[in-house]
């Protein structure tokens, strides 16, 4: 579920976008700047990172959820469980969001 806000921000810079498309304008194509292949590393090792971060967030929530259960408290690890998973989203989008955006 998106936000109002949200959805209407991608719509704005898609139909500007658009414009200036249908104007003529016409937009770069996506070129690595020389000398960037070095952050493009690091960016990469960071997605990782963060992929296996998440993986991690998950396994710990849900064996935390398996003890809790036990104990009769399972419900109240669900709402990490769900902290968790839209961290994993927010993370996954980032990049389809910024090309939107661009």
Same mark, same amino acid.
Do not use: Y
């Given at each position: 579920?998106?936000?109002?806000? *949200? $959805?209407?921000?991608?719509?704005? #810079?898609?139909? @500007?976008?658009?414009?200036? =498309?249908?104007?003529?304008?016409? !937009?770069?194509?996506?070129?690595?700047?020389?000398?960037?292949?070095?952050? *493009? $590393?690091?960016?990469?090792?960071? #997605?990782?990172? @963060?992929?296996?971060?998440? =993986?991690?967030?998950?396994?710990? !929530?849900?064996?935390?959820?398996?003890?809790?259960?036990?104990?009769?408290?399972?419900?109240?690890?669900?709402?990490?469980?769900?902290? @968790?998973?839209?961290?994993?989203?927010?993370?996954?989008?980032?990049?389809?969001?910024?090309?939107?955006?661009?």
């Amino acid at each position: 579920m998106s936000s109002p806000a *949200l $959805t209407a921000t991608l719509s704005a #810079a898609r139909t @500007v976008k658009d414009t200036l =498309i249908l104007a003529g304008i016409k !937009v770069p194509a996506p070129v690595q700047p020389p000398g960037t292949a070095g952050l *493009l $590393t690091v960016l990469g090792w960071g #997605a990782w990172l @963060v992929t296996l971060a998440c =993986i991690g967030g998950i396994f710990a !929530v849900a064996g935390k959820m398996a003890f809790a259960h036990r104990r009769g408290e399972g419900s109240e690890a669900v709402g990490q469980l769900g902290w @968790v998973m839209g961290g994993c989203v927010l993370i996954a989008a980032a990049g389809p969001i910024v090309n939107v955006l661009l």
